[in-house]
């Protein structure tokens, strides 16, 4: 087939999201050609991708003909060309120009020097189907437009989750009873016709990441200084509690950071302290043996072992070198803990078991508190690098 890549280039009403560099970080001797990335085709796109025209892609979705009036059809028309572009701006320039340039030479021998008829396989027609996953596809761009937490639109990695979700219906459909499945020993290959494991389909998403780019903003480090800074800040907060109610949070809330922080527990994990043999266990291992250790006892799921329930035993140091005594919170907590019948450590008044999300607010206040009491040790916990 004849391929003029440039021809082939983004629609005006193409606003899809890519990275803004600012002024004072672009590269002075950077390609003039670079920043016409993803608005057109290359010549030689053609052969490392299945491709379609628009219409085509348009009827194998709504089995009819584009309706110039009907605004949806423009709509639809727009998101296609940009998903073709995006599968197309999958392969780096380089590669695309050598695949083209090696075609070229394969072409000529095969049929110079051979006189063969056929060198390369056919390209098409294709089905009147969507088979690329091209609803799926450009549905994903629409949901990208959506305003996102840092910028004004969806991350790359937010806007993904739609093909996860489409692939899960897949498997739970008809079209899985059909699916063919390979196995040796306890190793198991699933072959699947969904759309969205195709080539094209990867490729597409390949090039909307690197059209949109990601902006990645972790948060700040929380240092051993800024730690201690802020258990002094819980330390005042205690002492100063007028109601049990207050004091009894903070409590909890002293003993949930430092758990997290010196045992290196996930958010998710620290509510899982099994409320009697923690006290049980620290209470053997604190006063009866006079050991150097905590207890930390958690039952639950936990990431990366299968979705089996277990019990984990972990031990902290109740007085470390850096200065913290985890020591001290525990015996607050255990004091207002002592009498309940809650299964887990951290539980509201209702029994339920509670969320690091529950101590989200007193966590950003604390560390607030340090950051105008002590701004030094905020910059130091971040990586300016």
């Known amino acids: 087939m004849g391929w003029h890549g440039k021809c082939y280039e983004q629609r005006s009403a193409d606003h899809y999201p890519r990275p803004q560099i600012p002024e004072s970080e672009r590269d002075e001797e950077q390609d003039p050609r670079d920043a016409k990335m993803f608005t057109h085709s290359r010549d030689g796109d053609n052969f490392l991708v299945p491709f379609q025209c628009d219409i085509c892609h348009f009827r194998n979705m709504f089995l009819r003909d584009t309706d110039t009036e009907n605004s949806p059809d423009h709509a639809a028309l727009v998101a296609i060309r940009r998903a073709n572009l995006d599968a197309f701006w999958a392969r780096a320039t380089t590669t695309v120009n050598g695949t083209k340039n090696h075609l070229r030479l394969f072409y000529q021998t095969g049929c110079h020097v051979y006189g063969l008829p056929s060198t390369l396989p056919e390209m098409g027609p294709f089905a009147l189907r969507d088979d690329s996953g091209m609803r799926v596809a450009i549905i994903?761009?629409?949901?990208?437009?959506?305003?996102?937490?840092?910028?004004?639109?969806?991350?790359?990695?937010?806007?993904?989750?739609?093909?996860?979700?489409?692939?899960?219906?897949?498997?739970?459909?008809?079209?899985?009873?059909?699916?063919?499945?390979?196995?040796?020993?306890?190793?198991?290959?699933?072959?699947?016709?969904?759309?969205t494991s195709g080539l094209w389909y990867e490729r597409t998403t390949m090039g909307m990441h690197a059209r949109m780019g990601d902006d990645r903003r972790p948060d700040i480090a929380i240092s051993t200084g800024v730690m201690l800074k802020m258990m002094e800040v819980l330390e005042e907060a205690y002492f100063f509690a007028t109601e049990i109610g207050e004091q009894r949070y903070i409590a909890r809330a002293g003993l949930f950071f430092l758990a997290a922080f010196l045992a290196s527990l996930r958010g998710e994990e620290v509510p899982r302290l099994v409320r009697s043999h923690f006290i049980e266990l620290n209470k053997v291992s604190m006063n009866e043996l006079g050991e150097e250790h905590a207890v930390l006892p958690l039952y639950g799921r936990f990431k990366g072992e299968n979705g089996v329930a277990r019990c984990h035993l972990m031990r902290v140091s109740l007085e470390t070198k850096s200065g913290f005594d985890i020591g001290k919170w525990i015996g607050r907590v255990s004091r207002f803990e002592r009498?309940?019948?809650?299964?887990?450590?951290?539980?509201?008044?209702?029994?339920?078991?509670?969320s690091m999300n529950d101590y989200s607010e007193i966590f950003t206040r604390t560390l607030e508190e340090v950051r105008m009491r002590a701004p030094h040790l905020i910059l130091a916990s971040i990586n300016i690098e």
Do not use: I
């Not at 996102?148 to 989750?161: E, H, P, W």
């Not at 739609?162 to 699916?179: C, K, L, P």
């Not at 299964?343 to 078991?353: D, M």
């Open 140 to 195: 994903t761009l629409h949901q990208s437009l959506r305003p996102g937490v840092y910028t004004s639109n969806l991350q790359f990695t937010s806007a993904r989750k739609y093909r996860s979700a489409f692939t899960n219906v897949w498997g739970a459909s008809q079209h899985s009873m059909n699916q063919a499945v390979m196995a040796r020993d306890t190793v198991k290959t699933f072959v699947t016709s969904c759309p």
């Open 339 to 354: 009498n309940s019948n809650n299964k887990f450590l951290f539980s509201n008044a209702a029994g339920r078991k509670e």
